[in-house]
């Protein structure tokens, strides 16, 4: 079946230094490959997607480039805010558009 | 246009007991699927509509049941509430089979 592993947390980072997050996945035919970031309180909101391999998707800031060599999809910014502050998912869907398997997340605490 | 709404934002409920949570798609959007969250963890996919239509089941037990509506909103009713299913219930629509879904905020479920 179909699987996503995280980079565990949480990460503690200073505002302005470099993000990473680790994605790899396991999967059965050509999945798209998503972003997705929580904010507390809050239900998912997409952040950026990529759909084949080598696609990058960006969204502010955020990057992730879809790697089928290595099945992995890391997520990275250059220069992190505070309001980055949130719980990161990382998620695939494959032919069977919407049913999308998940990462249990990752948690990210940016400080002044 | 109005995003996916959800309703109502939290309950509580005791163990033995019937529950039903509901779902307005995002405009246009004919395909709905709900999700359980678990704390700390990361989405689970309970089933899928489309166009009426249950469209795939993830590994949950029958006592977990939906409808969609002609107006393509949505409900979630769990029988014989157990304490594991306390949870973020999530609902995400798309247009058609599409791979990228809007979700909305949640509801927090509590069983005592």
């Known amino acids: 079946g179909n699987s996503v592993t995280q980079m565990e947390g949480p990460v503690t980072l200073s505002e302005e230094a470099f993000l990473t997050i680790n994605c790899t996945y396991t999967?059965?035919?050509?999945?798209?490959l998503f972003w997705y970031v929580q904010y507390p309180g809050e239900g998912l909101q997409l952040l950026l997607k990529a759909t084949k391999a080598d696609d990058k998707g960006s969204n502010k800031g955020f990057e992730a480039t879809y790697r089928k060599e290595t099945t992995s999809f890391h997520l990275e910014k250059g220069s992190v805010q505070v309001s980055d502050s949130a719980v990161y998912f990382c998620a695939l869907t494959t032919f069977d558009a919407g049913k999308s398997t998940f990462g249990d997340g990752t948690t990210l605490t940016v400080k002044p | 246009e109005t995003g996916v709404t959800q309703s109502p934002t939290h309950l509580i409920k005791t163990r033995g007991q019937q529950v039903t949570l509901r779902c307005s798609s995002q405009?246009?959007?004919?395909?709905v699927s709900w999700y359980q969250q678990a704390l700390g963890q990361g989405p689970q996919f309970i089933f899928q509509?489309?166009?009426?239509?249950?469209?795939g089941r993830g590994n949950f037990p029958p006592r977990f049941s939906g409808l969609q509506f002609p107006n393509y909103s949505s409900e979630l009713n769990v029988n014989a509430l157990e304490l594991d299913d306390s949870a973020l219930y999530l609902c995400a629509s798309s247009p058609g089979l599409s791979d990228t879904q809007y979700f909305g905020p949640g509801t927090r479920l509590t069983v005592l």
């Open positions: 509509y489309y166009r009426e239509e249950e469209n």
């Open positions: 999967a059965t035919g050509y999945p798209s």
């Open positions: 405009s246009g959007h004919n395909t």
